[in-house]
Nanobody
């Protein structure tokens, strides 16, 4: 299983970015997908996740209303649309996948076996 995250960059506060996570070697439809982020000196934290075919989404409170996760099962790709970015959103963003994640474990990084390499998002003030 390989996950490839892309789309990061340097933006100004208030701008938008869309991250992508392309999956290969996996039955994408069967996997719960999620985004995590890790800022320097901080632990990796849950950003949001999306369930399988039905695509129900869940978000961390810090991004709710600003970020949107979606998935295109035909393209084996998950997206993270980030709007109204602020400097606190600066981090390396990772995508993760696992077939066994349930709602109660969705926010835990330990629940995911597969990870992308991360893409840097930097928001300047």
């Amino acid at each position: 299983v390989q996950l490839q995250a892309s789309g990061g960059g340097l933006v100004q506060a208030g701008d938008s970015l869309r991250l992508s996570c392309a999956a290969s070697g996996v039955n994408f439809n069967s996997y719960v997908m999620a985004w995590f982020r890790q800022a320097p000196g901080k632990e990796r934290e849950f950003v949001g996740g999306i369930f399988r075919r039905g695509g129900k989404t869940y978000y961390a409170d810090s991004v709710k209303g600003r970020f949107t996760i979606s998935r295109d099962n035909a393209k084996n790709t998950m997206y993270l649309q980030m709007n109204s970015l602020n400097p606190e959103d600066t981090a390396v963003y990772y995508c993760a996948a696992d077939s066994g994640v349930i709602l109660s474990s969705m926010t835990s990084s330990r629940a995911y076996d597969y990870w992308g390499q991360g893409t840097q998002v930097t928001v300047s003030s």
